[in-house]
């Protein structure tokens, strides 16, 4: 590695850690989305003052978007001396809900022992800082080269990213001739390069009764119980056959190298916002939310038939049994290809930065290049970044900081490779 483009990122070790810190201050908590408007104008300032043009951009009518509560997204650009390609660092600004079992405030920006601590230090305030840091110090060695660079501070991605990058890539922020290669510092550990995300189906299950008094439930029919045998059909036929299904996708942890589906929420009869007792009714709804997670090998229509085609034969078995459907989202599996220019350009940072050859994965999870790619058309993009996956969304979230230095080096041999501005 260039040994001047080190040095400057390791003197900058001390900024790197407190830059993570103030971002961790901003409680960017998603939903509701706080903070979000003051955290995009702290990072447009930093750039403003280092010659980048900034813009704000608002998603207005976005899933959440209100004058409370605006979708502000910040997108910064330097344009080099000469016409070039365009590398986009892009970083979701926005954390989930703190949660229960911290030790220290999870907004504090705690700096100890070499690690950086709060919600959103992993995933993915440490990334942000981690790419700034690069970008500036890269343009500080080679103020003249070519092409453009882009950083952009987005919102939403932990609730779909639809305030955010979709939001963006829509208005053309995401594709050529405007963006080139694009890099998203997600936390999937320093020698990995993340070339793609599995597929994910969210859908509604609605099954439907009839009410009645709870004294007397054969008067009715209760929905609840419906739900009871379709989980109990998940169990039986459902779940033994996605552990059957492997994929060739390099996903990590080795558990999602197969087709997952979660239950992420059950609602039947009288909510839980009553006060005092229960009145005794039977339940006429049940509604549950499904979270299946797909590999390359299936499709859209096969992941989606196998649920209809349970659903329909419980309608067919099962006296009074009838159900409804609803997608929530749908997104295909990507893979970015290893030899892919910006694949490439990483995979070099971290054969300089650690003398060994990077590790490929997939995530078991989506993340924002489903957007960059579904909706951008662009093709050339993966998640590199600081951090411990494992770490995400648990309490005492933390980064450590050697880690977001050596994750800069990366990031700026990387960008030196694309722009074709590092001497080589």
């Not at 009764?209 to 419906?226: I, K, N, Q, T, Y």
């Not at 916002?273 to 006429?284: A, R, W």
């Not at 409804?324 to 989202?329: A, E, F, K, T, V």
């Not at 599996?333 to 994965?361: C, H, K, N, S, W």
Request: net charge negative.
């Amino acid at each position: 590695m260039d040994e001047r483009l080190s040095k400057t990122i390791e003197d900058r070790t001390e900024e790197l850690a407190a830059l993570a810190a103030d971002l961790i201050r901003f409680p960017t908590v998603n939903p509701p989305g706080d903070a979000y408007r003051p955290c995009a104008e702290f990072i447009g300032e930093r750039l403003r003052k280092r010659g980048f043009g900034v813009e704000y951009i608002r998603a207005e009518g976005a899933p959440g978007d209100s004058d409370r509560y605006p979708r502000v997204n910040v997108v910064a650009r330097f344009d080099g001396r000469s016409r070039g390609s365009a590398v986009h660092f892009n970083s979701h600004i926005d954390v989930v809900e703190a949660g229960e079992g911290w030790t220290m405030d999870p907004f504090a920006g705690l700096i100890r022992d070499g690690r950086v601590y709060g919600r959103g230090a992993c995933d993915m305030k440490g990334g942000l800082a981690a790419s700034i840091i690069a970008v500036e110090s890269f343009m500080d060695v080679y103020p003249d080269f070519p092409g453009a660079i882009e950083i952009s501070g987005t919102v939403d991605e932990e609730s779909g990213g639809f305030g955010g990058v979709a939001h963006l890539a829509k208005q053309g922020y995401f594709s050529r001739p405007k963006v080139d290669h694009v890099i998203i510092p997600e936390p999937l550990n320093k020698d990995r390069i993340c070339l793609g995300h599995r597929g994910v189906w969210w859908a509604e299950i609605e099954t439907r009764g009839e009410m009645a008094h709870g004294s007397m439930p054969f008067l009715g029919d209760c929905a609840v119980r419906h739900m009871g045998a379709v989980i109990r059909a998940f169990e039986d036929e459902l779940y033994p056959a996605l552990d059957q299904k492997r994929t060739r996708m390099p996903v990590v942890p080795e558990g999602a190298r197969r087709s997952t589906m979660n239950i992420n929420a059950i609602h039947g009869g009288q909510t839980d916002d009553y006060s005092g007792l229960p009145s005794p009714n039977v339940p006429d709804s049940c509604r549950m939310v499904i979270d299946r997670r797909f590999l390359l090998e299936e499709t859209l229509a096969e992941v989606k038939d196998e649920i209809v085609t349970l659903l329909d034969r419980l309608k067919g078995s099962r006296s009074k049994f009838d159900y409804s459907i609803r997608d929530i989202m749908e997104v295909l599996p990507l893979m970015t290809e290893r030899d892919a220019p910006v694949a490439e350009a990483v995979a070099q940072g971290i054969r300089e930065v650690f003398g060994r050859e990077p590790e490929y994965v997939i995530s078991p999870g989506t993340y924002d290049q489903k957007h960059v790619t579904r909706i951008g058309h662009l093709h050339d993009c993966i998640a590199y970044g600081p951090g411990i996956l494992d770490l995400a969304h648990r309490p005492d979230e933390w980064v450590g900081v050697a880690d977001m230095v050596e994750s800069a080096k990366v990031m700026a041999v990387g960008l030196g490779r694309l722009l074709g501005a590092s001497g080589r």
